[in-house]
């Protein structure tokens, strides 16, 4: 990779992750006007969504050809994604550059980078190797053509202090969500699931009779254009 590449991929990561805190920052701020919210959210994802191809292209080429020298250290925060902090020898291999990356369900997005001089690992000999969670796409085939199935699958997303245990189902390729104690379902997009993934981490591959859901939670009631769960960052009214 040139020099120059490399430069402009940093300024891109660091844009996104610009981006990225900005979002978290929005979230958690109750004292915004909602609609403000809203559209500064939605201006957001739209500026992101322009950098995806560039940082997915390059994140395909780093799993390819990842480097035998580099240490990497995986965990899942509680409602959040899985991380990895990753420490990879410079070019010119003197001292090393960390790297903290995040699960979006497509890859392994950079959050923050630094270089650092010296670097020291004492770990378990049983410790287990780090593996990529599977993606959404990956997941979301998992539920194609299950809904007419007895027990059909679903994507769990896990409780958080703001929101419900929710699920996914695949309905004829229509993808619809709802949450334990709601009598509605909403449409989800891809991008929806992502951004879901984002706000309460990776969701289970789970069949429908081990949620609290059944299948009158997805077709007693038509969808709504907009509501509570239309957008992950926005409470429930």
């Known amino acids: 990779m ?3 590449f490399q430069h402009y991929l940093t300024a891109l990561e660091k844009i996104d992750t610009r981006i990225h805190h900005l979002l978290e920052e929005l979230a958690d701020d109750d004292d915004l006007d909602t609609t403000l919210q809203a559209d ?3 201006h957001l994802r739209q ?3 322009q950098i995806d191809p560039a940082l997915l292209a390059f994140r395909h080429h780093e799993d ?3 480097s035998t020298d580099a240490i990497t250290l995986q965990w899942t925060p509680s409602g959040k994604p899985p991380r990895r902090l990753r420490l990879e020898p410079n070019r010119d291999n003197e001292g090393y550059e960390r790297r903290l990356l995040e699960w979006d369900g497509l890859g392994w997005r950079p959050r923050t980078r630094e270089d650092v001089d010296d670097v020291a690992l004492c770990a378990p000999a049983e410790t ?3 593996t990529d969670p599977p993606r959404l796409e990956t997941l979301r085939d998992h539920l194609r053509e299950t809904w007419h199935q007895q027990d059909p699958q679903t994507l769990v997303f896990e409780p958080t202090t703001r929101t419900e245990l929710g699920v996914v189902v695949d ?3 229509d993808l619809r969500y709802s949450e334990r104690d709601d009598d509605q379902w909403y449409p989800i997009t891809d991008e929806g699931l992502r951004n ?7 969701p289970t591959l789970t069949p429908l009779s081990e949620t609290p859901l059944s299948r009158a939670h997805f077709t007693g009631n038509p969808p709504h254009d907009c509501g509570p769960h239309s957008d992950p960052d926005e409470e429930s009214p």
């Open 40 to 42: 500064t959210t939605e």
């Open 171 to 173: 309905v004829e390729d």
């Open 128 to 130: 287990d190797q780090p």
């Open 47 to 49: 500026a992101r969504s």
């Open 64 to 66: 390819a050809t990842p």
């Open 2 to 4: 040139s020099d120059d």
């Open 196 to 202: 879901y993934l984002e706000q309460r981490g990776q």
